[in-house]
């Protein structure tokens, strides 16, 4: 494998990992049983490590990261123990893809790292096994549907496409912007964002409705300066914010007012964090040109 086929397959496992965290996500915010999600949560966080080192290692390769899916490697499932099993699946094709690249490669880099996840996959190919097992024996229900308000579940929905595509957004510019200060801020940004997803998605769930994690625009961002992506920024966090003042001014149920009041407050911060941020580095080139 030339370099270029590497940062190629590189991408397809960015993308598969990108899958698996989608796929675990439906499952936590679907499924009622606490102990499951809780697991399902800890090894979607390991697959979010995976998809950083991976998209790291490509920007170590010259490459650039793509953020988009493989959207035929998801299926979500209709019981408990289809979802378990979906998993299962997810897991193996994993360690077949990853065990392929890591015969081709030749990056000792790359292959320590792709040895690394191979025994990730592994261990959580038997996680999900003994749960399986565990759901076969005792079935755990689904959630039946309370009456949801058709109009809040949209709007709930509307709000968790933002966020995810709020995140794809900043993890892109965390891969590729050079100032570090900028990317400890977007990475801060995307982690929370996955919060607010995760809280919007877990009462879609609590419903008894389907949380809308369909693919979504993943074509790249790029921006001639810094300045300019930060101006960008600031206009979806504002825009999003202005989204978030606007429901609670509706009349929602006191739980759903709760959370969206909560990430409200945290919108004010994003924005807050990227003006300072702007204004900082504003200064600093002003005061750069001075100099000279
Ligand atoms: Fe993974
Ligand atoms: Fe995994
Ligand atoms: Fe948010
Ligand atoms: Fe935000």
Not at 15 to 32: D, K, M, N, T, V
Not at 83 to 112: G, P
Not at 118 to 138: C, P, Q, R, T
């Amino acid at each position: 494998m030339d370099k270029q086929e590497l940062i190629s397959a590189l991408i397809y496992d960015v993308a598969l990992e990108h899958s698996a965290i989608i796929q675990y996500l439906y499952h936590i915010f679907l499924i009622p049983d606490p102990e499951i999600v809780s697991e399902i949560e800890e090894i979607a966080r390991q697959e979010m490590r995976h998809l950083k080192w991976f998209g790291q290692k490509i920007v170590q390769l010259g490459g650039r990261v793509n953020l988009d899916r493989a959207e035929d490697m998801i299926s979500i499932g209709n019981s408990v123990a289809e979802m378990l099993q979906n998993n299962v699946f997810a897991e193996r094709k994993a360690i077949e893809v990853y065990s392929s690249h890591l015969e081709l490669a030749k990056d000792d880099s790359v292959k320590r790292l792709l040895e690394r996840v191979i025994n990730d996959e592994k261990e959580h190919a038997e996680e999900f096994e003994k749960m399986l097992s565990s759901a076969k024996e005792n079935p755990p229900q689904m959630e039946g549907s309370p009456a949801a308000d058709e109009s809040t579940i949209k709007i709930l929905n509307e709000f968790l496409k933002e966020e995810y595509q709020l995140i794809i957004n900043y993890l892109y510019q965390f891969f590729h912007a050079k100032n570090w200060e900028y990317r400890d801020i977007v990475m801060d940004l995307a982690i929370e964002s996955m919060v607010h997803m995760g809280k919007i998605g877990e009462a879609i769930g609590e419903m008894g409705q389907m949380p809308d994690l369909s693919r979504i625009d993943f074509s790249e961002q790029k921006s001639s300066s810094l300045a300019e992506q930060v101006k960008k920024d600031l206009s979806m966090e504002t825009l999003s914010k202005d989204r978030y003042s606007k429901e609670l001014l509706q009349n929602h149920q006191e739980s759903v007012r709760k959370i969206l009041d909560f990430i409200n407050k945290q919108e004010d911060y994003h924005r807050h964090r990227l003006m300072e941020f702007f204004k900082r580095m504003h200064r600093f080139t002003i005061g750069e040109l001075n100099d000279g």
